[in-house]
C-alpha cells in the first residue's frame, strides 16, 4: 500500500484541504503535492509536513495533528482511504463518491454532506447537519451528534452509537434485529477502526428525512 501522510504543522486560520484527496495525490512527489494550492497564496508544504511511502498499489492518506481549521477532508474521494488521526472541520467525508474515509476524532458540521457512495467512520463527535442531503453511503458515528441530524437525507444508512434528539421529520420504526448488519460489522473488521469492536445487530430503527424521499434509515446500536 502507498501512504501519503500530511502532518498538519500549527495554522490558526481554517485551510480547505478539497485538493488533498486521493485521486488528486495519487502518483504525485513529496514536491508536486507541496505545490498544491490550498488557497490563493497558500500551498499545501505551508500547512503540511509531507512524507510519502510508495511501496504499493492501493492508496491511503493519513492526515495527522489536524483540527477543527483543517476543512473538507476528503471531499469527493473516488478511490483509496483517507485515516484522520485527530480532529477534522467541517464538510468531513463531502459529496464522497467511493472509499472509506475514518475520522478518530471529532468532526465538524456537515460532515457526509451529499455523499453519494463509501463509508465515513466517526469515532468521536460529528457537528450540526451531519449526513444532509446524503444520496447513499455508509456513515457511523460513535459520539454525539449535533442538531438537524440527517437533514435532507435521501438515501444510505446513518450508524450510530448514541441516541440522537429526537428528529420532527424521521419516523421511529422501533426496535429490530437486523441480520445484515453482520455484513457491515465484517468489513469494518479489516480497518484499523473502533468500528471493528462493534457486533450487535439489535437497533432501533428511524426512516426519513420524510421532508424528501424518506428512504434513508437512521440504525441506532441497542
Not at 129 to 144: E, F, I, K, P, Q
Not at 192 to 201: Q, T, V
Request: contains cysteine; hydrophobic residues 45%; charged residues 20%.
Amino acid at each position: 500500500m502507498s501512504i501519503i501522510t500530511l502532518t498538519a504543522k500549527a495554522i490558526t486560520r481554517v485551510v480547505d484541504c478539497r485538493a488533498l484527496s486521493p485521486q488528486a495525490l495519487q502518483a504525485k512527489s513529496v514536491a508536486e503535492i507541496g505545490a498544491i494550492k490550498l488557497a490563493k497564496n497558500l500551498s499545501a508544504a505551508e500547512v503540511f509536513d509531507i512524507s510519502v511511502d510508495d511501496t504499493g498499489d492501493a492508496l491511503q492518506v493519513v492526515f495527522k495533528n489536524t483540527s477543527a481549521n483543517h476543512a473538507y477532508i476528503g471531499f469527493g474521494m473516488t478511490l483509496g482511504q483517507v485515516i484522520v488521526e485527530h480532529d477534522a472541520g467541517d464538510f468531513l467525508g463531502a459529496q464522497m463518491q467511493q472509499g472509506v474515509l475514518i475520522c478518530k476524532g471529532n468532526a465538524g458540521a456537515r460532515a457526509g454532506d451529499r455523499m453519494r457512495r463509501g463509508m465515513l467512520l466517526i469515532e468521536g463527535d460529528a457537528g450540526d447537519y451531519c449526513a444532509s442531503d446524503m444520496m447513499a453511503g455508509t456513515l457511523g458515528v460513535l459520539g454525539a451528534t449535533g442538531a438537524y441530524l440527517g437533514y435532507g437525507m435521501k438515501r444510505g444508512t446513518l450508524l450510530l452509537a448514541k441516541a440522537p434528539a429526537a428528529q420532527a421529520t424521521w419516523i421511529d420504526c422501533g426496535l429490530h434485529q437486523l441480520p445484515f448488519l453482520n455484513i457491515l460489522y465484517k468489513s469494518f473488521k479489516l480497518l484499523d477502526s473502533r468500528f471493528a469492536g462493534i457486533s450487535s445487530l439489535r437497533v432501533q430503527r428511524w426512516m426519513g428525512d420524510m421532508g424528501g424521499l424518506g428512504k434513508a434509515e437512521i440504525l441506532v446500536i441497542q
